[in-house]
């Protein structure tokens, strides 16, 4: 079972951040929240009985804004509710300015065995344009300390596409990154909503960012030196040396039944996807009250089980089994979306190779437009 804890809690929001989250909670109502999640995971648990967990990803928010004990209490609420299997993969999320020596350590007694990074840049000014509550010595302060605990797999996240960046200060960026040698890379592309500070000055034309083609040689930038490095490029933005792909996204990419908990979180299991409430206030009262907290859900038809596992899928670099696809829903890839793969083969975007569709070199800049084709 893959299992999801949404943390929404922050010392700060990021300038260009739309993710689920709440900066200055009162610790008062952490604890409520807290307890709240421990009632809903018994819940989930008695209705739906998963069976152990087999990868648990802790995210955010900042899940490293809670305290070393409070952490390691979720986790083993969730073995003692659940059970964790013994070579489950563990995941936490973590800003490098919220870790400290004894935190790192106590994690890793808690089972954490991935820890991911929020380092985002390397460079000092960018990172305080974006409003980070960290600077670059923290990384590397954050990263020697999650070694010393005895962390063997973590994972960087990187952002490029910001406001003013050059390709020379990108490449600065991936130069430091590497030379921590992580096991696991994520690099994004900037994405605004209007719902963020920088997605209103964006609106306003009050924010520079590179031009469309500056980003794309930004990517290929990023492609070129972590092959270099000994990386695998096995998602769109994931990089990973052998072994070390993230097995909890996977599921998600491999369109994999998921439980989620906590504020906002979605689940998708045996042909339903629902999503729990949005504010910590709503959520602890349902749970309170002995309810599930769910906002939305929805039952999955054939057609959108098979859209979903191809433009998921096709993600992956590996791209979508031919085979597994007949073997999962019983039809035949082609006999399905034929007109639809043979426009995108035609147009050099994606190409069946050795049983399988994969998206082509041509296909990943423009990775949307081939997923629009399987909505």
């Known amino acids: 079972m893959h299992l999801y804890i949404h943390l929404p809690f922050c010392l700060k929001k990021c300038n260009y951040c739309d993710f689920i989250s709440y900066a200055g909670v009162p610790h008062g109502q952490v604890r409520r929240y807290l307890a709240a999640l421990l009632k809903e995971s018994e819940l989930v648990a008695a209705r739906f009985r998963p069976g152990k967990i087999f990868t648990l990803y802790l995210g955010g928010g900042t899940p490293s804004y809670l305290s070393g004990e409070e952490l390691l209490d979720i986790i083993e609420g969730v073995r003692n509710i659940f059970g ?219 057609q959108q089980k098979m859209g979903e596992t191809l433009f998921l899928g096709l993600r992956l670099r590996k791209g979508i089994s031919l085979k597994e696809f007949k073997d999962r829903f019983g039809e035949e890839l082609m006999s399905v979306y034929g007109p639809e793969i043979d426009r995108l083969v035609s147009l050099g975007l994606v190409e069946i190779r050795g049983g399988r569709m994969i998206i082509t070199e041509k296909g990943l800049p423009l990775a949307n437009e081939v997923f629009l084709a399987f909505v």
């Not at 406001?163 to 690099?187: C, F, I, R, V």
């Not at 491999?254 to 908990?261: K, Q, T």
């Not at 949005?278 to 939305?296: H, K, N, T």
């Open 84 to 302: 964790i299997e013994e070579e489950a993969e563990i995941t936490l999320e973590a800003n490098p300015g919220t870790l400290t020596p004894n935190k790192l350590k106590l994690l890793r007694l808690a089972g954490v065995n991935r820890l991911s990074l929020g380092a985002q840049s390397f460079d000092d000014g960018m990172l305080k344009a974006m409003g980070r509550v960290h600077q670059v010595e923290d990384i590397y302060q954050a990263f020697y300390w999650a070694r010393e605990a005895g962390f063997s797999n973590i994972n960087l996240d990187l952002i490029y596409g910001l406001p003013g960046q050059t390709l020379s200060q990108w490449e600065d960026t991936l130069n430091q990154a590497l030379k921590l040698y992580p096991e696991h890379l994520s690099t994004y592309a900037l994405e605004l909503s209007l719902d963020t500070p920088w997605g209103r000055k964006q609106k306003l034309g009050e924010l520079l960012l590179p031009r469309e083609e500056e980003v794309l040689s930004m990517y290929e930038l990023a492609r070129r030196k972590l092959k270099e490095a000994g990386f695998e490029h096995y998602e769109i933005s994931n990089f990973a040396r052998p072994g070390f792909e993230c097995r909890h996204n996977l599921s998600y990419w491999e369109n994999r039944d998921y439980l989620g908990l906590g504020v906002a979180a979605a689940s998708h299991w045996k042909g339903k996807r629902w999503e729990n409430k949005v504010g910590i206030e709503d959520y602890c009262r349902s749970l309170e009250e002995g309810q599930l907290p769910v906002a939305e859900e929805e039952e999955l038809d054939q």
